[in-house]
């Protein structure tokens, strides 16, 4: 048994290589890139617009979802225990200057994200009772004429966002909840289940409701946490910003020789880390905003709004380089 585990760990460990080192980086990077520029940097200059739509995405469902459900719905998968665990990580393996390169692709991811909700809701499909279903599945059917590969795509989804996904997100509460009380990851697993089961169950509406309850909250309180760390470091926030810049371009190990390296190392972080946090690009969020019944009744308007769910890993990078002792601490004290 140990040796049919030790082997799927490798197995995953060069595919992970494989995909993140040569392939899902540069795709999902250039596609930002050529969504910004065919939009004209949209999500630069239509901020403003994205705030005034959310202001109205709760009206207009009409016993459907809203579109603020369906957003609420995709951002309490961004900002969660595997974002704040993963920033972390990406700090502690990157440097600090790994949070500029988080900073610039979710910016640029803006723009992917935009792009395929706007796509979700053009192609959604009607279930007959006032909600829709829809995301890269149908448009890739629809849109590109190419069933095979939509249903394929479906296949991979189901597999990433229905073990893999969860598993990250589960692992991360259990050993969160061992190492301040102790209590057993099978437990905490149990319990979790049992409390998901029922939203889950209850359809596509009741996970709307409760995320559109929780997540403004959760993303509040996120908010306190990071600006009062932010507020009592207040004196330490300009030398901060510098040596996130100067380890993002290699100019503190220029001196050592070691500045390709430490380039390279930054990026890679910040860059996965950031794709994986605003998951722009990587189809899941398409399928919550294919769901919601817009105001004013329009595709482009849920992509709008979509945009913002992408913002969530600066967000969470404001708190996070309390985590890297050699940066943030020594500042602060």
């Not at 459907?64 to 595997?82: D, E, P």
């Not at 803006?110 to 149908?138: C, H, W």
């Amino acid at each position: 048994m140990t040796d049919v585990k030790d082997a799927f760990v490798s197995f995953v460990d060069a595919g992970n290589g494989v995909l993140w080192g040569s392939v899902l980086i540069y795709l999902l990077i250039g596609a930002g890139l050529y969504f910004t520029i065919r939009m004209g940097f949209l999500q630069f200059r239509q901020f403003g617009h994205m705030f005034s739509l959310i202001s109205s995405s709760r009206q207009g469902a009409a016993g459907g979802i809203s579109s603020f459900q369906a957003f609420s719905t995709s951002l309490a998968a961004r900002v969660g225990t595997g974002n704040m665990a993963g920033v972390a990580v990406a700090i502690y393996l990157g440097g600090p200057g790994a949070i500029f390169w988080m900073w610039v692709t979710a910016l640029v991811g803006m723009s992917t994200s935009f792009i395929e909700s706007t796509l979700a809701q053009a192609y959604k499909v009607n279930n007959g009772d006032n909600t829709f279903r829809g995301g890269p599945a149908y448009y890739i059917e629809k849109g590109l004429g190419q069933r095979w590969l939509g249903i394929l795509f479906a296949i991979c989804l189901i597999i990433a966002f229905g073990l893999a996904f969860n598993g990250v997100q589960s692992n991360s509460i259990a050993a969160a909840m061992d190492t301040a009380f102790g209590l057993d990851h099978t437990l905490v697993g149990i319990a979790l289940a049992v409390a998901v089961a029922p939203i889950i169950f209850g359809g596509m509406r009741s996970v709307a409701r409760v995320a559109e309850l929780i997540v403004p909250f959760m993303a509040l309180g996120y908010l306190i946490v990071a600006f009062y760390v932010v507020f009592i470091n207040i004196s330490s926030l300009p030398a901060v910003f510098a040596t996130i810049v100067k380890s993002a371009f290699g100019v503190e190990q220029a001196a050592g020789g070691a500045m390709g390296y430490a380039i390279a190392q930054a990026m890679m972080q910040g860059i996965k880390r950031g794709l994986f946090s605003n998951e722009a690009g990587m189809g899941s969020a398409p399928n919550a905003a294919a769901t919601a019944t817009t105001n004013p009744n329009h595709p482009v308007a849920q992509g709008y709004v979509r945009c913002l769910a992408s913002l969530s890993t600066p967000l969470s990078s404001v708190r996070q380089p309390q985590h890297h002792s050699s940066f943030w601490c020594h500042g602060a004290r």
